[in-house]
């Protein structure tokens, strides 16, 4: 399944200048649990996505709000040369096309 | 002249008491825009004090490195004036923190400017209280030997070196600040780079409300309405009473939900179930979010756990060179196919036309959009695009530097010769001429690190004037 067929919700940002953070929220219980139970939900998994050293990535369900956070370092601190993305807003879009 | 604060103080006798504190939280980001409809509300519901936040580290290393605002000056002035006049109007204190975007000298300076004008054109009378940001840099250098200053994510280790390159280096203020500055018996409080709870959560502790609900309040009013549905600039009322609060809209169409409430704390957050300050942390992961009715939502039950050791988060931007930009797309397919081999190729030839020796004295860098210019994607797209735009940044020591490289770039990239290339007069086309861009100096972040300190107090000095 696609996340975009799953959440209602996809983002991603800075949480300061050093790391990401991507919220994940869904509609109903029934979405978040999918996702949450999915066994392909896992940090090596996402650090595969994006490249970055799976001890990096930290997954943090949040059930209050039926969503999922991802945090993981940035590879390049915001806006320094050869960032692509100072504010972090575009960068879940390998969370799009991935498989869950 | 009794002050605002004082006033409020009185209000209250000095302590909670059971009593309903009002916050008006105005603006997340004073300068782009103060909707005075929402501000009106406000107002109307006779508000204890107004906080805004204007700045954050989220608009990238330039802002703190060049001393400019982020936002433009007319803007910021009438947001500042749409606010003082609110704040004075009532006699209820305005705490702004962050001045100036970034919260460094050079911000507090002009914010400091901005409200002075307008105190003299509006004919306002008050006690301007200010604290500073600036850390000395004396002092970062002996925590660094010290062992006391550690990254705070994928950043190397603090250096004395690197103190020495930034071009600013501040510390983020925080609720100890605010309170000092307050008991000055001040009317509005102007802080350079502070934490946004700070702004929010500095009278309600003065008062005695739990430090927990304050914290967690602190954190969801600077942003305004964003915690609502649908989230918006608006001002938001948060009335702080017994061992939670309440948060409201201040505009109609907004809906503070228990879901929209709690969906907040992940907000650029990364940890939505802790709110970490220079003084101790607030655990929100146990709150109760429960609707008031469909606009209102009531939180409560967030506790604040002191901290053993006080720190302050560092910010520093240094300065890399001086940027120029090449704007340019193409739609000739053959010439996609290729383009990251013909941009490398390009690169070779610039470095030996604009060098003698063939060493580049500054960084090329291509994004071309349509392939990879948001992320670094490790494939090419499965299909090939229609069309892509190509920006090349050329970062050098100085500006004619950047901007000889970025026209020989561009002539060169317009008529790169490939195998099988059918458009022989151009590659490229430029939206407009000239496609070399001046974008100004060009920083990085040098500091995010934290410090341990047993003297808050003396990083962050407030000032007291009469205006």
Not at chain 1, 46 to 71: F, Q
Not at chain 1, 77 to 92: I, R
């Amino acid at each position: 399944m696609k996340l975009a067929e799953l959440a209602r919700v996809v983002r991603s940002k800075n949480a300061g200048p050093l790391k990401l953070t991507f919220d994940i929220m869904f509609e109903d219980e029934k979405g978040y649990q999918a996702f949450v139970q999915s066994p392909t939900l896992e940090p090596a998994r996402i650090a595969g996505l994006y490249g970055v050293a799976p001890e990096t990535v930290e997954i943090m369900p949040y059930p209050v709000a039926l969503a999922v956070k991802i945090v993981m370092d940035r590879k390049l601190p915001s806006g320094s040369p050869g960032d692509w993305d100072v504010y972090g807003a575009q960068q879940h879009a390998p969370l799009l096309e991935a498989e869950w | 002249m009794v002050s605002a604060i004082s006033k409020l103080l009185d209000r209250f006798g000095g302590k909670a008491n059971g009593r309903a504190l009002k916050v008006i939280g105005a603006s997340g980001q004073l300068g782009y825009g103060v909707p005075e409809p929402a501000l009106k509300e406000g107002l109307s519901r006779e508000p204890d004090f107004i906080g805004a936040d204007m700045g954050s580290t989220d608009i990238g290393p330039y802002f703190l490195g060049s001393g400019d605002m982020a936002t433009a000056a007319e803007q910021t002035r009438r947001d500042l004036r749409r606010l003082l006049l609110a704040a004075r109007s009532r006699d209820i204190p305005l705490i702004i923190g962050t001045a100036g975007s970034a919260g460094a000298a050079p911000h507090l300076k002009r914010t400091l400017g901005f409200v002075r004008e307008i105190a003299a054109e509006e004919g306002l009378h008050f006690r301007l209280g200010t604290i500073r940001s600036d850390m000395p840099r004396d002092v970062v250098k002996g925590a660094i030997r010290a062992g006391r200053v550690r990254p705070l994510g994928n950043i190397a280790d603090l250096t004395e070196a690197e103190v020495d390159a930034s071009a600013n280096l501040v510390g983020q203020a925080g609720t100890e600040a605010f309170i000092r500055c307050l008991e000055q018996d001040v009317d509005v409080v102007i802080a350079g780079r502070a934490c946004d709870t700070g702004i929010f959560a500095a009278i309600p502790q003065m008062l005695g409300y739990p430090l927990g609900p304050v914290v967690h309040m602190a954190k969801i009013v600077e942003c305004a309405s964003l915690c609502c549905l649908p989230g918006g600039r608006d001002s938001i009322l948060a009335v702080l009473e017994g061992d939670g609060f309440v948060l409201e809209s201040m505009n109609p169409a907004r809906r503070a939900t228990p879901m929209s409430v709690a969906a907040h704390s992940l907000y650029e957050q990364a940890d939505p179930n802790v709110i970490v300050e220079p003084e101790g942390t607030a655990q929100v992961d146990r709150a109760h979010y429960e609707a008031v009715d469909d606009r209102r939502t009531r939180v409560s039950g967030a506790r604040w756990v002191p901290a053993a050791q006080p720190t302050v988060k560092l910010e520093g931007s240094a300065k890399v060179g001086e940027r120029a930009v090449l704007l340019a797309g193409s739609a000739d397919p053959r010439f996609i196919e290729g383009v990251r081999s013909h941009v490398e190729e390009v690169r070779q030839v610039v470095a030996e036309l604009v060098t003698d020796d063939g060493v580049p004295d500054y960084q090329l860098s291509f994004r071309v959009y349509g392939i990879d210019g948001v992320y670094p994607w490790p494939d090419p797209p499965k299909v090939q695009p229609r069309e892509i735009f190509v920006m090349a940044e050329c970062i050098a020591p100085t500006l004619d530097r950047a901007l000889a490289v970025a026209k020989t770039t561009k002539q060169y990239l317009l008529h790169h010769g490939f195998p099988g290339r059918l458009s022989t007069s151009g590659n490229l086309a430029f939206p407009f001429t000239p496609p070399e861009l001046v974008a100004g100096a060009a920083y990085r972040f040098s500091a995010y690190h934290v410090m341990e300190t047993d003297d808050l107090a003396g990083l962050f000095p407030v000032e007291v004037e009469m205006l």
